[in-house]
């Protein structure tokens, strides 16, 4: 089946640097979902890009949908200590069937 | 507030025993979803229903059942027959339209021993 390969796994970064995480695949997507997930909750839904080539921003998050539709990227700018957590980015090959792929998740790690 | 709830938070049970994870949603919402999240892991779909008494399995769905008799409620049975039940499990909803995304709930942690 579609896999997500999600890299890197773990990071562990001083406050105020940026960090940037990706996610690729063999599969073509239509739609690339990027969400935080804090210890012992749900995942929060960061960004959505339904677009090849789209890139949006959401205040100090910036995430593309790749033009090949098989990767996608976040860039963190200017880490906080709230913005430790893991972070999914997830795919759906068919609009509206709205089942989901999920990568392995980026621990986010910030040193104060 | 609107939302989905996921009951209990924390859930222990002896091992050879069915237990039933209780997911609700006030949002109005079609699509309900089941997902089960294992250390270092991506969420792996279990069953999901788009409409009221339909659903489908996922990738996962083996010793696992749902219902879907109330559009609010997604009920999961781990059963006896899901060899390593011991996981964190999520529930999420959807309204179920082009490009609208899931919201999830709080997660359920189920320890079997």
């Known amino acids: 089946g579609q896999q997500l390969n999600q890299s890197p796994q773990s990071m562990f970064i001083q406050e105020g640097e940026d960090v940037s995480m990706n996610c690729t695949s063999s599969?073509?997507?239509?739609?690339w979902l990027w969400y935080k997930q804090d210890p012992g909750e749900g995942p929060v839904l960061l960004i959505a890009?339904?677009?090849?080539?789209e890139l949006t921003s959401n205040g100090r998050l910036t995430a593309q949908f790749g033009i090949t539709r098989k990767d996608s990227f976040l860039n963190i700018s200017a880490s906080i200590p709230s913005d430790v957590g893991i972070y999914f980015c997830?795919?759906?090959?068919?609009?509206?069937?709205?089942?989901?792929?999920f990568g392995q998740g980026t621990r986010l790690t910030i040193n104060p | 507030d609107g939302g989905i709830t996921q009951s209990p938070k924390y859930l222990f049970r002896k091992e050879g025993q069915n237990v039933t994870l209780s997911c609700e949603q006030n949002?109005?919402?079609?699509?309900m979803y089941w997902y089960r999240q294992d250390p270092g892991q991506g969420l792996r779909l279990i069953y999901y229903s788009q409409i009221v008494n339909d659903f489908q399995k996922g990738d996962i769905a083996e010793g696992y059942s749902v219902s879907r008799e109330k559009k609010e409620s997604f009920p999961l049975t781990v059963t006896s027959a899901q060899k390593n039940p011991t996981a964190f499990y999520l529930c999420?909803?959807?309204?179920?339209?082009?490009?609208?995304?899931?919201?999830f709930g709080q997660g359920t942690r189920l320890t079997v021993v």
């Open positions: 999420a909803s959807n309204p179920h339209r082009v490009n609208t995304e899931a919201f």
């Open positions: 599969s073509i997507f239509n739609t």
């Open positions: 949002l109005n919402h079609d699509a």
């Open positions: 997830a795919a759906r090959l068919i609009q509206g069937a709205q089942k989901l792929v």
């Open positions: 890009l339904y677009k090849a080539g």
